[in-house]
């Protein structure tokens, strides 16, 4: 199995290539519903798009600039056959980036 995915593992500050184009991407860890949540800018500093980042949906699913580009939140540890439970699709502030990735490509 192939995956490619987006190195960001907490809170931060990120630039990567989408189809040509530069984007920044903010990742932030809202302490009171304890969820991370993710901006992105154009390279004019335009905020492109903002979401939660939830297990198994794709955040930019429905963005017209950057698709046909995906960015799904998956654990490895399933994705390698391992029964997928609650706390493995739980994305918190130890698996961003460890077991839990922002999949851009998955290919078996």
Request: glycine share 8%.
């Amino acid at each position: 199995m192939k995956i490619s995915y987006l190195d960001i593992t907490g809170e931060g500050n990120k630039f990567y290539n989408i189809n040509g184009i530069t984007y920044l991407f903010k990742t932030k860890w809202n302490k009171i519903g304890s969820f991370f949540t993710i901006e992105v800018y154009n390279k004019q500093g335009n905020q492109v798009f903002s979401n939660k980042i939830v297990y198994g949906l794709n955040m930019v699913d429905f963005i017209c600039d950057i698709t046909p580009f995906s960015i799904t939140p998956l654990s490895v540890r399933i994705l390698s056959g391992e029964f997928a439970t609650q706390e493995l699709m739980t994305i918190t502030q130890d698996n961003l980036g460890g077991d839990i990735k922002l999949i851009t490509e998955l290919i078996q």
